[in-house]
């Protein structure tokens, strides 16, 4: 799909985008615009979604992190505070976790 190569999408998208493309060389001129204009508005969705879900997986993965290292720091704590500071911070990781 070289008319939209700035963008990149899976193949299967890309198969009926291709289609879509074949579809506007062929329309009107007034039509041809309205298939592209979709084709762009389509990509860009697909686009955001790929990068709304990379940005889920990497605050997954903040998350697990955070958690490891409260594990690991929290003896230590615990044994200056007197044990509280661990059940505080395990609450505040669950309030503020957005994926259980």
């Not at 979709?38 to 958690?67: D, F, G, P, W």
């Not at 704590?77 to 911070?89: D, F, V």
Request: glycine share 2%; charged share 25%; proline share 2%.
């Amino acid at each position: 799909m070289a008319h939209h190569s700035q963008y990149t999408v899976s193949t299967a998208y890309e198969d009926h985008l291709e289609r879509l493309t074949e579809l506007a060389r062929h329309a009107s001129p007034a039509d041809r615009l309205r298939i592209e204009r979709t084709i762009r508005i389509v990509i860009e969705a697909h686009q955001a979604i790929t990068k709304a879900h990379l940005n889920q997986q990497k605050a997954s993965a903040r998350l697990q992190r955070a958690k490891a290292t409260m594990q690991r720091v929290m003896p230590q704590t615990a044994k200056k505070r007197g044990g509280s500071c661990i059940q505080s911070c395990n609450a505040s990781l669950s309030r503020t976790s957005i994926i259980k």
